[in-house]
């Protein structure tokens, strides 16, 4: 669903008033240059909801500009923890000692290195947030 006015450019953040134009009667539909950087102002308004959350997962600034600026997203804390776990999961993923561990068989060692990362991204992210929006 798409926001009310405005609407942003996930290229350059310029405001428009509009990002689709519809002709005959809505059945034709028209994607809008932005007036800034002449680039489409947001395409992911034509994409489905599996490829903006593919592109989310791979962590595309401008799916999330798109989400977070053109449209009615309240779900914050879900797109969080989705952030979270694809964060730990890189950190799992990129531990030392990874190599050398290659033998699966004690998978609950590997599970709680995992939420050991888990762990670690959240306390990182806390502090990282906390720095952020501390108002001193
Ligand atoms: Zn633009």
């Known amino acids: 669903m798409m926001a009310p006015l405005p609407y942003?450019?996930?290229?350059?953040?310029?405001?428009?008033?509009?990002?689709?134009?519809?002709?005959?009667?809505?059945?034709?539909?028209?994607?809008?240059?932005?007036?800034?950087?002449?680039?489409?102002?947001?395409?992911?308004?034509?994409?489905?909801?599996?490829?903006?959350?593919?592109n989310v997962v791979l962590q595309n600034k401008k799916a999330y500009r798109h989400i977070l600026l053109n449209t009615w997203f309240e779900n914050f804390w879900k797109l969080a923890i989705v952030f979270l776990?694809?964060?730990?999961?890189?950190?799992?993923?990129?531990?030392?000692?990874?190599e050398s561990k290659a033998n699966?068989?004690?998978?609950?060692?590997?599970?709680?290195?995992?939420?050991r990362a888990l762990l670690r991204t959240i306390v990182s992210t806390a502090a990282f947030d906390g720095l952020i929006c501390c108002p001193f």
Not at 85 to 98: D, I, N, T
């Open 85 to 98: 776990f694809c964060e730990s999961y890189c950190s799992w993923c990129f531990q030392k000692g990874m």
């Open 8 to 54: 942003y450019c996930i290229y350059c953040g310029h405001e428009e008033p509009q990002v689709y134009k519809t002709y005959a009667e809505g059945n034709l539909v028209k994607l809008l240059q932005c007036s800034s950087c002449y680039n489409l102002v947001d395409p992911y308004c034509e994409y489905d909801t599996t490829l903006l959350s593919i």
């Open 104 to 115: 699966y068989a004690d998978f609950y060692e590997l599970e709680t290195n995992f939420y």
